[in-house]
């Protein structure tokens, strides 16, 4: 007897009576799990494009002279001839008086012009190992103060942060797809506790351990398949209308069209639920032909 080829009288009999319960519960665990995934590659996605650039940025103040109120203009362009080669650094920004002044907070100050104000400007580096050649800079400043500013001299607090999210992150899920497990085993131990006698009857018909754990592994990925791509489907919107609503950044694209973002989501979720089945399926094989040898069926 041909069990794979003959699924039928195992389909009407195990777990036939749950159906709905493993759409249910499929749908419901795999939805969470698809939503904590989609969460981490996000929060993947911004932090390191975040990370990325802060390493890369470098601050550089330039102080006037006591007799000086701002850097001269000749100076100022002189500073940024010094940082225009492209192979070293990709990107330049100068701070300019309404910038400090916002971002110190000193809009309603009428007497700003008259206060000694830094030259400052950032720059990107093309490789965060870079360093900023200080001799250069001083030839060009003359004889007036700077300091220098390494973004990622203080990144060190925030690795530990995001190293924490992360197992976090990974910790929960991990909870999650433990629970999605035993339920499934629960479940499974008790159908086959109600059909002893159909298993001993099927394998008294010619069919061994492994066969049956095939057919029934089988069995319980199809139950369990349409509860699961629903899941990933509504996910995958749900994301998309929450990342747009809220503007949450982490996305490849800022510019894709919804469409796009749904397909990404979808493409990256169907990934992740394929490799979830494949462990579950591998995962039933195994504690099935274990339930079996242990019970009845050992040769």
């Given at each position: 007897m041909k069990i794979?080829?003959?699924?039928?009288?195992?389909?009407?009999?195990f777990l036939n009576k749950e159906n709905k319960l493993l759409t249910g519960l499929s749908f419901f665990i795999v939805g969470l799990i698809s939503l904590h995934f989609i969460f981490y590659l996000?929060?993947?996605?911004?932090?390191?494009?975040?990370?990325?650039?802060?390493?890369s940025l470098v601050t550089i103040?330039?102080?006037?002279?006591?007799?000086?109120?701002?850097?001269?203009?000749?100076?100022?362009?002189?500073?940024?001839?010094?940082?225009?080669?492209?192979?070293?650094?990709?990107?330049?920004e100068i701070k300019n008086d309404d910038k400090i002044r916002n971002e110190l907070g000193l809009t309603e100050l009428s007497s700003f012009?008259?206060?000694?104000?830094?030259?400052?400007?950032?720059?990107?580096?093309?490789?965060?190992?870079?360093?900023?050649?200080?001799?250069?800079?001083?030839?060009?400043?003359?004889?007036?103060?700077?300091?220098?500013?390494?973004?990622?001299?203080?990144?060190?607090?925030?690795?530990?942060?995001?190293?924490?999210v992360n197992l976090f992150i990974f910790i929960f899920g991990f909870l999650i797809t433990v629970l999605f497990f035993f339920f499934l085993t629960l479940l499974l131990k008790i159908s086959l506790n109600?059909?002893?006698?159909?298993?001993?009857?099927?394998?008294?018909?010619g069919a061994d351990n492994k066969k049956i754990s095939l057919t029934l592994s089988i069995i319980l990925i199809k139950k369990?398949?349409?509860?699961?791509?629903?899941?990933?489907?509504?996910?995958?919107?749900f994301s998309v209308l929450?990342?747009?609503?809220?503007?949450?950044?982490?996305?490849?694209?800022?510019?894709?069209?919804?469409?796009?973002?749904?397909?990404?989501?979808?493409?990256?979720?169907?990934?992740?639920?394929?490799?979830?089945?494949?462990f579950l399926f591998c995962y039933f094989l195994i504690y099935l032909n274990y339930f079996l040898e242990k019970r009845f069926f050992i040769k």
């Open positions: 794979i080829e003959n699924l039928y009288p195992f389909r009407e009999i996000n929060f993947f996605n911004f932090y390191g494009s975040w990370l990325n650039k802060e390493s103040q330039i102080i006037p002279e006591k007799k000086e109120k701002r850097i001269p203009v000749k100076i100022q362009n002189h500073i940024l001839n010094l940082y225009s080669d492209k192979k070293y650094y990709s990107n330049i012009s008259k206060l000694r104000i830094p030259f400052i400007f950032e720059i990107n580096l093309r490789e965060k190992e870079y360093f900023i050649d200080e001799e250069k800079l001083k030839n060009v400043i003359e004889n007036r103060g700077f300091d220098i500013y390494y973004h990622r001299d203080d990144l060190q607090n925030i690795y530990d942060l995001i190293y924490k109600t059909n002893l006698k159909f298993l001993e009857i099927i394998q008294i018909m369990i398949l349409p509860g699961s791509i629903l899941a990933i489907i509504l996910t995958s919107i929450i990342t747009n609503l809220f503007s949450i950044p982490g996305n490849i694209n800022d510019n894709i069209i919804f469409a796009n973002n749904f397909f990404y989501y979808l493409a990256y979720l169907s990934l992740f639920l394929l490799s979830i089945l494949f």
